[in-house]
Each structure stands twice: as structure tokens, then as C-alpha cells.
């Protein structure tokens, strides 16, 4: 469990080194200008949503002993439920839109690591790409949206102590679909199914985590981190994706 996920945050040091041997940078380019693009609306959509939930909950305060601090729980709780909100769909509204130019870089990437050509673009591969993306997508959403409620409900369950353990349960949730999400455009590539794609991602669970945490994390890191975080996390599952392959056919 423990190799996985540090081999999982490994393996963007190594997606760094070969996008840089490969010279493979001019792949993210397209997607890093539309995950900014979405990336802006969506903040100022949390941020505007946030003052209106902030005003919501507030309004729910008959008193004005301690309503001050009412006012700033209730900013602190808004605020907190709109970052979970915009990395939920932010993540798969990009893993949909730009997974015909992931799709790519992940085909030269194992060019580059096997010697063997590239195949051509088509059409109608781009196309299936993108249909796979969204039924994967749609899939991981309402599956992370489920898991996500429930754990939040159990962390009310026990006072401050169960906030920060359905914190951390949340943001393990939301680390594994992510590296689902970027594990599979290898997977699909490979002629995967979708429940093979799920028997293979749950089977190297922890591969999932390790690499989706710090796609989870580079989201946080403003401007810069919509710009890398699709590439390299995409660069980092298709070289941890491979090696399991290989691995299981020794």
C-alpha cells in the first residue's frame, strides 16, 4: 500500500524528466489554455457561490448575540464546500474536454519508453476518445459525488475530530478518481473495457492515489497549477499504468 502511493508521487518526477528529454511540452499546450480558461470561471463561480451560501446560512441565525461569529463559520464552511465543489467538477469537465490531446501525449510517451511508432491521428479514434472520457467521467462523478456525502454526513457525527477525518477521507475520494481518470487514457488505449479499466484501477488502488493526490494538489497552486497539472498527471499515470502491464505479463 505504502510502496504504491509513494511510487504513485514518484513518478512525476519521472513524467517531468521524459516530457523534457522528449521535448514533449508542445502537447499541453491546448490543454493548459482551456483548463485556465475553465479553471478562471469556475473560481469566480465558487467565489460568488460562496457569498451567497455564506448569506444563506447566516440568515438562518435568529440572534444577534454572536452573530459575528456565526458570520465567519459560515464563510469558513462556504468557502471550504466550494473548493470541494470546484476541484469535483473542475477535474472532470478538463478530463472530458482535453482527453483527446491527453490521449496523445500518452501515445508518444509510450513511443518514447518502447521504441514503437506512434499510430496516426484518426478522426474517429479522437472521437471515441472523447466518448470513453465522458462515460468514465460521468461514472467516477456520481460515484465521488455519493462517497463524498456520506462521508461528510459520518463526520458530523463526531465534533471537529470527525471534520478532519472526513476531510482527509475526502480528499483520498477525490485522489482516486482523479488517478482513475488519468490512468485511463492508457487503459483505453490498451483496449480496456470500462470494467476493466475499474478492475485494474481498484487492483493498483493505491498507484490511483498517489498519483491523483498530487493532481489534487497541483489544482490548488493558482494559474500555474490548471496549467501542468492535466499533462503531467497524465504523463505520471501512463508510465505507472505501463509498468503494472508489463509487470502482469512477466
Known amino acids: 500500500m505504502l510502496n504504491d502511493f509513494l511510487r504513485g508521487l514518484r513518478s512525476y518526477s519521472q513524467a517531468l524528466d521524459i516530457m523534457s528529454r522528449y521535448r514533449l511540452w508542445s ?26 451560501l455564506g448569506s444563506l446560512i447566516t440568515g438562518y441565525y435568529p440572534w444577534e448575540f454572536g452573530r459575528g461569529v456565526v458570520e465567519a463559520a459560515a464563510a469558513v464552511v462556504s468557502g471550504l464546500l466550494m473548493v470541494v465543489v ?76 470527525g471534520n478532519l477525518i472526513s476531510a482527509a477521507l475526502i480528499f483520498v475520494v477525490q485522489a482516486y478518481f482523479a488517478g482513475f481518470g488519468n490512468m485511463d487514457y492508457t487503459l483505453e488505449r490498451k483496449r480496456y473495457g470500462l470494467q476493466d479499466s475499474v478492475a485494474f484501477v481498484r487492483q493498483h488502488r493505491w498507484l490511483a492515489i498517489g498519483n491523483g493526490s498530487l493532481f489534487v494538489l497541483m489544482l490548488l ?30
Not at 502537447?27 to 469566480?44: D, N, R
Open 27 to 52: 502537447y499541453m499546450l491546448i490543454p493548459s489554455l482551456i483548463s485556465l480558461v475553465l479553471g478562471a470561471v469556475a473560481i469566480g463561480l465558487a467565489i460568488g457561490y460562496a457569498d451567497d
Open 86 to 161: 470546484f476541484l469535483l467538477l473542475f477535474k472532470y469537465i478538463v478530463m472530458v474536454i482535453v482527453a483527446p490531446f491527453m490521449g496523445m501525449l500518452s501515445e508518444q510517451i509510450e513511443s518514447k519508453m518502447t521504441g514503437s511508432p506512434a499510430p496516426a491521428f484518426q478522426l474517429g479514434q479522437m472521437l471515441a476518445d472523447v466518448w470513453r472520457g465522458l462515460r468514465v467521467a460521468l461514472r467516477n462523478l456520481f460515484r465521488e459525488i455519493g462517497l463524498t456525502l456520506v462521508i461528510t454526513l459520518l463526520g458530523f457525527v463526531i465534533p471537529v475530530v
Open 221 to 250: 497552486v493558482p494559474i500555474l497549477g490548471v496549467l501542468v497539472a492535466p499533462a503531467l498527471g497524465t504523463a505520471s499515470a501512463t508510465l505507472l499504468s505501463l509498468e503494472r502491464m508489463k509487470q502482469s505479463s512477466t
